[in-house]
């Protein structure tokens, strides 16, 4: 659609004058945010709450676009990524560790220190930086699972595929 002249009849079909009806209501909204913006915000919030979902040592899975939050009873919480695998630990016995998250405008780059998979209905995570394996029985492996499963429904494989950036990450 193009642009509305200001004298022009609102197209919202008021019979208003397009200056008297919504485009002061456009002019009265804050700039709307990004996708990526949102998301950004959005997944610091998730973020916050899983850490606190740790702290209080309660099992929790929370999604947000390609992502899985994971908490368990003991106190650890992991930002899972599934297009790659990739994992990185944002809580370790109920505290909250630091989370290295690098942001711009088109962009939110994670420092991932794991990779993760679901084996035998069990949570193994692999280091990038040693390749040394630990596998975890009290993990929800199969709320995880049907998380991954969800999420690689909802996306296109193009979109998923074009969501990763190599950044060079051993493994």
């Not at 899983?50 to 930002?79: M, N, R, S, T």
């Not at 209905?121 to 998380?147: M, W």
Request: glycine content about 8%; proline content about 5%.
């Amino acid at each position: 659609m193009g642009k509305v002249g200001r004298n022009e009849p609102c197209p919202c079909g008021s019979g208003i004058k397009f200056k008297r009806c919504c485009l002061r209501k456009e002019q009265e909204q804050p700039a709307s945010r990004t996708q990526v913006q949102q998301a950004r915000i959005s997944l610091q919030q998730v973020i916050s709450q899983i850490q606190e979902a740790a702290a209080q040592g309660e099992q929790k899975l929370l999604e947000l676009g390609v992502f899985v939050l994971v908490a368990i009873p003991a106190g650890d919480a992991w930002l899972l990524e599934v297009t790659e695998s990739d994992a990185m630990q944002v809580a370790a016995g109920g505290e909250s560790l630091p989370v290295d998250l690098k942001e711009s405008q088109e962009t939110i780059e994670v420092n991932w220190s794991h990779t993760f998979a679901i084996k035998d209905n069990q949570f193994v995570l692999t280091a990038y930086k040693d390749k040394t394996v630990q596998t975890f029985d009290n993990y929800p492996a199969a709320e995880i699972s049907g998380a991954m499963k969800r999420i690689k429904k909802k996306y296109s494989p193009e979109l998923l595929e074009s969501v990763h950036i190599d950044s060079g990450q051993p493994g």
